[in-house]
């Protein structure tokens, strides 16, 4: 079940983009804004629609992806409680990039693209907030384009493991996502995933019992995730 916030204008005051604005900015935007729920594989919109709103994800999980003219669907990125998504989209008017879609049951913010536009020209506080996001989306994409000409795919496993084992704040966690998923995000196929994180495995360095994972030795996956020992591609 998706567990959300009471209100709508509780969850936008607790995503980042709108931390700091005015509660008078948060009424106004959670006025015009309605909750919707996504169905795992759900899309929410498609790349090269029109942006007509911006989104809060108040539970739950979806994934930024690019389809490819062979029928490939790699992802780019994945939205969590808290985040947003679309919101550049709406403030430059342009095409939609890319798709997004549910990876499991989750409840959103939609905040119409006027009502967006409007706060954001009002407080400048918002503004602010996009540009620090903007520059670590950069910073993530840039991590991401050097990990898969640098890193083997078991590398940028471990890297993956370390930055959910963070994100859950715990050494034994469950992944979210199935070794398909996984792959459409580390650039693998599903059989390579498998490999490499047996790989993991026998190194002593993680143990997994189906989806949950144990991190053994998290010094040496930091220096896994660091170096390119064999590849599974």
Known sequence: MVASHASIEDGLAATPLFATAERSTIVELARAAQRRTLERNELLFAAGGRPTAMYVIDAGMLRVFVSSAEGSEPTMAHIHAGETVGELGVLDDVPRSASVAALERSSIVE??????????????????RMVSMLA?????????????????????????LLRESERQARTTFRLPLTQAELGRLLGGARQSVNQAGRSLERDGLVAFD??????????????????????FE
């Open 210 to 231: 189906g989806r949950n994972v144990s991190i053994l030795d998290e010094p040496g996956l930091r220096l896994r995730a660091m170096s390119s020992g064999g590849r």
């Open 111 to 128: 905040v119409p693209a006027r009502a967006f536009r409007i706060a954001y020209d009002a407080d400048p506080a918002i503004a602010r």
């Open 136 to 160: 670590q989306r950069l910073r993530t994409v840039t991590d991401g384009l050097a990990d898969l000409a640098y890193l083997d795919l078991g590398g940028r496993m471990a890297k993956y």
